[in-house]
C-alpha cells in the first residue's frame, strides 16, 4: 500500500536540495562580497597613498606657494538652456563642491558664445563656475562647464579639491578635464644653479620618471610621468601627467615655478 510519507520523502529530498543549494548561493555571495569588500578597501588604501605623494611633492612650494589653482572643462552636449536652468546647474555644482550660499551671478558674452557664471568669494578660496554657450548653431549651442577655484590652502586640502572637481565632473557623466598646478617663486636664480637639483627632486617625490625637457625664450618645461596620477596627456606619443614651469625674473632676482598635475594650464 503506498504510503503518504512516502510521497512526502522525495518532497522533503527536494526541498532540502533547495535549501543547501541556496545556502550554498549565499556562501559564495558573501565570499565574492567580502572579495569586494577587501578590493574595495585596498583601492581606498592605495588612493589615499597616491593622495599621500602628491601632496609630498607640492609641499616643496608651501612656504612659498604664491596660489594653488585647480581648474577644469568639459563638455555637456548640445541643447538649448534656458537662463533658469543655467543658474540652477551652477548652484547644483556649488553644492557638490561644498559652497551653499554667499555667491553671485554674472552675464557674458562675445561674438559667438555666451556664460552664466557663479562666483563665490570665500575667505581662504575664489572658486568660479560657468556653463559657457558656444553659438555655432543658436538653435542648439554647444554646452560647456567650467570650474576654476584660486586658493592658499594648505596642500592636502587643495590635492582634495581637485579629487573633489573630478568627482564632480564624474557625478554629472562629464568627462572633465582637469589640473592642479601650484605656483612658487624662490630668491635666485634656480635656473643656472639649481635647476637641475629642483626638477628631480619634484619629480622623485612623485616617483615620476622625466619625459623631456626643453629650454625655450629662457623658459625651462620639464615633462615627467608618474603612476600615482590616473590622468595624462601624450607629447610625441609618451605619457605625461607632470609638468614643470621655470622662469627667471632678473630685475628681481627671482625665479618663478609653477607645478601642474597633468599640465600647467595657466600662462607663463
Known amino acids: 500500500m503506498y504510503k503518504f510519507e512516502n510521497a512526502v520523502n522525495p518532497i522533503k529530498k527536494g526541498l532540502g536540495a533547495f535549501f543547501v543549494t541556496k545556502k550554498i548561493k549565499i556562501s559564495v555571495l558573501m565570499v565574492v562580497w567580502s572579495i569586494v569588500a577587501i578590493q574595495i578597501y585596498v583601492n581606498y588604501q592605495e588612493k589615499l597613498q597616491k593622495e599621500s605623494r602628491i601632496v609630498t611633492a607640492f609641499s616643496v612650494a608651501q612656504d612659498t606657494a604664491?596660489?594653488?589653482?585647480?581648474?577644469?572643462?568639459?563638455?555637456?552636449?548640445t541643447m538649448k538652456l534656458s537662463e533658469a536652468t543655467k543658474e540652477k546647474m551652477l548652484e547644483n555644482l556649488a553644492y557638490k563642491l561644498g559652497i551653499t550660499d554667499g555667491y553671485t551671478f554674472q552675464d557674458g558674452n562675445g561674438e559667438e558664445f555666451e556664460k552664466k557664471v557663479l562666483i563665490k568669494e570665500g575667505k581662504h578660496a575664489v572658486t568660479t563656475l560657468q556653463v559657457i554657450s558656444i553659438l555655432g548653431n543658436p538653435s542648439e549651442p554647444e554646452q560647456y562647464i567650467v570650474m576654476e577655484i584660486r586658493t592658499k590652502e594648505k596642500i592636502e586640502d587643495?590635492?582634495?579639491?581637485?579629487?573633489?572637481?573630478?568627482?564632480?565632473?564624474?557625478?554629472?557623466?562629464?568627462?572633465?578635464?582637469?589640473?592642479?598646478?601650484?605656483?612658487m617663486e624662490k630668491e635666485g636664480n634656480l635656473q643656472t644653479t639649481d635647476r637641475e637639483t629642483l626638477t628631480n627632486h619634484i619629480l622623485d617625490l612623485i616617483q615620476a620618471k622625466k619625459v623631456d625637457s626643453i629650454m625655450k625664450n629662457e623658459i625651462v618645461t620639464v615633462y615627467g610621468y608618474t603612476k600615482l596620477e590616473d590622468s595624462y596627456l601624450?607629447?610625441?606619443g609618451k605619457k605625461i601627467n607632470v609638468q614643470i614651469v621655470m622662469s627667471y625674473d632678473e630685475d628681481r632676482?627671482?625665479?618663478?615655478?609653477?607645478?601642474?598635475?597633468?599640465?600647467?594650464?595657466?600662462s607663463y
Open 253 to 266: 632676482d627671482k625665479t618663478y615655478v609653477k607645478i601642474g598635475v597633468p599640465i600647467v594650464n595657466t
Open 234 to 236: 601624450e607629447l610625441n
Open 66 to 77: 604664491q596660489e594653488e589653482i585647480i581648474s577644469g572643462y568639459g563638455y555637456f552636449g
Open 158 to 183: 587643495v590635492v582634495s579639491l581637485y579629487q573633489k572637481m573630478k568627482r564632480t565632473y564624474e557625478e554629472i557623466g562629464v568627462d572633465g578635464k582637469v589640473t592642479l598646478e601650484v605656483a
